[in-house]
Nanobody
């Protein structure tokens, strides 16, 4: 069974930085794209950034120039460096990935349980 576990959330003052990490484990043949989403209080979950298997990256306009997504030390890890944080970045941040569990299977989307990021003004 594949698991995604996020870490690194917390409380930070506006203008500060946080680094989120996500590690995938379990029966994994290959990982395709990896994503970070966020869900602010009372709002829908939205895509923040993603990185392809070839490490092509893309960002939501709200975070461009402030957030950086990158693969970790292993191909099963993805990080989100968040700089110049604003109160409107407050949300639960979720890691997600398209993962192939076997060489012959189709990639499926898996989700982590989320980590809270709170930015105080």
């Amino acid at each position: 069974q594949v698991q995604l576990v996020e870490s690194g959330g917390g409380v930070v003052q506006a203008g500060g930085s946080l680094r989120l990490s996500c590690a995938a484990s379990g029966t994994i043949s290959s990982i395709h794209a990896m994503y970070w989403y966020r869900q602010p209080p009372g709002k829908q979950r939205v895509l923040v950034a993603f990185i392809s298997r070839d490490e092509v990256t893309n960002y939501a306009d709200l975070v461009k120039g402030r957030f950086i997504i990158a693969r970790g030390n292993t191909k099963n890890e993805v990080n989100l460096q968040m700089n110049d944080l604003k109160p409107e970045d407050t949300a639960v941040y979720y890691c997600s990935a398209d993962i192939q569990e076997s060489e012959w299977g189709a990639p499926q989307r898996f989700w982590g349980q989320g980590t809270q990021v709170t930015v105080s003004s």
